[in-house]
């Protein structure tokens, strides 16, 4: 199957940082806009942010000023830097397509990845 790897997850204090990272295959990875998801217990999958293959930005409210999405075409990997954590950020976090991608040509991947846990505490 064809599906992403998150790694750089943790358990961080309130106001602290930490990166993400995505990897996924080449072929896939230069042509879609990506995104980063996340899943608190108890609550749906929600859009963390996204980005364009050109390098466009999207982020949600709860994010925006605190979070940077960023991503290396050629290395196939994205990113998600996470400044002045809050224990409300806790969840796991996934990558894949940018929700419009989806919507347009449908799934891009086999399947969701494992995730990655960010824990912060108070």
């Known amino acids: 199957q064809v599906q992403p790897v998150e790694s750089g997850g943790g358990l961080v204090q309130a106001g602290g940082s930490l990166r993400l990272s995505c990897a996924a295959p080449?072929?896939?990875?230069?042509?879609?806009?990506m995104a980063w998801y996340r899943e608190a217990p108890g609550k749906q999958r929600e859009l963390v942010a996204e980005?364009?293959?050109?390098?466009?930005?999207n982020y949600a409210d709860s994010v925006k000023g605190r979070f940077t999405i960023s991503r290396d075409n050629a290395k196939s990997t994205m990113y998600l830097q996470m400044n002045a954590l809050k224990p409300e950020d806790t969840a796991v976090y996934y990558c894949n397509a940018a929700p419009w991608e989806v919507v347009r040509g449908g799934n891009v991947f086999d399947s969701w990845g494992q995730g990655t846990q960010v824990t912060v505490s108070s």
């Open positions: 080449g072929s896939i990875f230069r042509v879609k806009a």
């Open positions: 980005i364009t293959v050109g390098g466009s930005t």
